[in-house]
T-cell receptor, first 113, second 114 residues
Framework: EAGVTQFPSHSVIEKGQTVTLRCDPI?????LYWYRRVMGKEIKFLLH????????ESGMPNNRFLAERTGGTYSTLKVQPAELEDSGVYFC???????????FGPGTRLTVT | AQSVTQPDIHITVSEGASLELRCNYS??????LFWYVQSPGQGLQLLLK??????LVQGIKGFEAEFKRSQSSFNLRKPSVHWSDAAEYFC????????????FGTGTRLKVLA
């Protein structure tokens, strides 16, 4: 069984540009989560999808962040326009059950210069 | 407010020595508890989890953790550390209902001396 995959592994963009991160969950996992780790800080929750619906988006920092999960399969997280403080590692996770253990991807390291 | 504290940012141990990584949480009820490990260049890998039942939980790679309700702790232990255990370790709590997001500690970076 393939694990959670994320693309790209690393992205370097300039302030004001747009970046789109992609996450492919484990097949059959209806639940998909996005988290972010800013350097030196804890990993923080961004949002939770159940299939294509946003179950909880309480962690989204502001309206420059847009997450989608069309068709309930893969998800994208777009940052537009990117700011310096958006730099960090963005993790995606998936789970079969809402309360079940979450399986994490390798993360996308975003650097905004 | 819900929170997880990992008081040790860095820990250094010699190979073959025992290890204990501390984790304390603040939560309204008994949460689900997890330990994850992130090796260099890798994603987060689940070491072990506690949902209910026996408070001593066995995980992969020879790790175990003990849930102590009275101390709100879920410390991770390993009797003999291997050089390949050098990594960053994260404690996390999750809710059994309602919001299912995990709350993470800041992580403990483990260095193993040969």
């Amino acid at each position: 069984e393939a694990g959670v995959t994320q693309f790209p592994s690393h992205s370097v963009i300039e302030k004001g540009q747009t970046v789109t991160l992609r996450c492919d969950p484990i097949s059959g996992h209806d639940n998909l989560y996005w988290y972010r780790r800013v350097m030196g800080k804890e990993i923080k929750f961004l949002l939770h999808f159940v299939k294509e619906s946003k179950q909880d988006e309480s962690g989204m920092p502001n309206n420059r962040f847009l997450a989608e999960r069309t068709g309930g399969t893969y998800s994208t997280l777009k940052v537009q326009p990117a700011e310096l403080e958006d730099s960090g590692v963005y993790f995606c996770a998936s789970s079969r059950l809402s309360w079940g253990e979450q399986y994490f991807g390798p993360g996308t390291r975003l650097t905004v210069t | 407010a819900q929170s997880v504290t990992q008081p040790d940012i860095h820990i250094t141990v010699s190979e073959g020595a025992s290890l204990e990584l501390r984790c304390n949480y603040s939560y309204g009820a008994t949460p689900y508890l997890f330990w994850y490990v992130q090796s260099p260049g890798q994603g987060l890998q689940l070491l072990l989890k506690y949902f209910s039942g026996d408070t001593l939980v066995q995980g992969i790679k020879g790790f175990e953790a003990e849930f102590k309700r009275s101390q709100s702790s879920f410390n991770l232990r390993k009797p003999s550390v291997h050089w390949s255990d050098a990594a960053e370790y994260f404690c996390a709590v999750g809710a059994p209902s309602g919001t299912y997001k995990y709350i993470f500690g800041t992580g403990t970076r483990l260095k193993v001396l040969a």
